[in-house]
């Protein structure tokens, strides 16, 4: 099976710019995860997605929004982009029903705010 | 607040020795364990996991060892190969939810 491919792999962004990123699950997954990932705190949770329905959300700002399509895969959102938010976002997929499961991760996009 | 803490950011191996790597956490809720390894320009891999009804994992060279009432976990990667350098994750889940909660990561270097 082909593995979790996330869009673009590297963007770079003006502080105040929105940025749209995109995420594409393993055949058959479900369930769509999105975590940041920055050098000071780790990898940190976002939001969940299953079935179009957002399940689970992280202690993000607003700003923050994703959305899953009907075929499963995912976007994911940022508004008026900070400096902060200079990156790198992961999505991960699972079966998503049940538990336990595990969590399939792309390679990421590298996000830069300027 | 960091539920998942990794308090070694870095260790240093011999090939053919033995790698532990250390996880604490606060949450008694938590009640699924994963490890993750990742290398760079890659997301993260899955590795081994490990439920808290058991206190014991094997998967070929690589066992999870899980200590409830410690609140404590470990990798053990035996015997260590140059090819495990990467960072390790030791993640968490509850039945409430579901994300998974990441420590901050542990960069194991085998040397040759």
């Known amino acids: 099976k082909a593995g979790v491919t996330q869009t673009p792999r590297y963007l770079i962004k003006t502080r105040g710019q929105q940025v749209t990123l995109s995420c594409s699950p393993i055949?058959?997954?479900?369930?769509v995860s999105w975590y940041q990932q920055t050098p000071g705190q780790g990898l940190q949770f976002l939001f969940e997605?299953?079935?179009?329905?957002?399940?689970n959300k992280g202690n993000f700002p607003g700003r923050f929004s994703g959305r899953q399509f009907s075929n499963s895969r995912s976007e994911m959102n940022v508004s008026t982009l900070e400096l902060g938010d200079s990156a790198l976002y992961l999505c991960?997929?699972?079966?998503?029903?049940?538990?336990?499961?595990?969590?399939?991760f792309g390679p990421g996009t590298r996000l830069t705010v300027t | 607040d960091q539920q998942v803490k990794q308090n070694s950011p870095s260790l240093s191996v011999q090939e053919g020795r033995i790698s532990i790597l250390n996880c604490d956490y606060t949450n008694s809720m938590f009640d699924y364990f994963l490890w993750y390894k990742k290398y760079p320009a890659e997301g993260p891999t899955f590795l081994i996991s490990i439920s808290s009804i058991k206190d014991k994992n094997e998967d070929g060279r690589f066992t999870v060892f899980l200590n409830k009432s410690a609140k404590h976990l470990s990798l053990h990667i035996v015997p260590s190969q140059p090819g495990d350098s990467a960072v390790y994750f030791c993640?968490?889940?509850?039945?409430?939810?579901?994300?998974?909660?990441f420590g901050k990561g542990t960069s194991l270097l085998v040397t040759p």
């Open positions: 055949s058959g997954h479900r369930s």
């Open positions: 993640a968490a889940s509850s039945n409430s939810g579901y994300e998974l909660n």
């Open positions: 997605y299953f079935s179009e329905t957002q399940r």
């Open positions: 991960a997929s699972s079966p998503g029903a049940g538990r336990p499961y595990e969590q399939y």
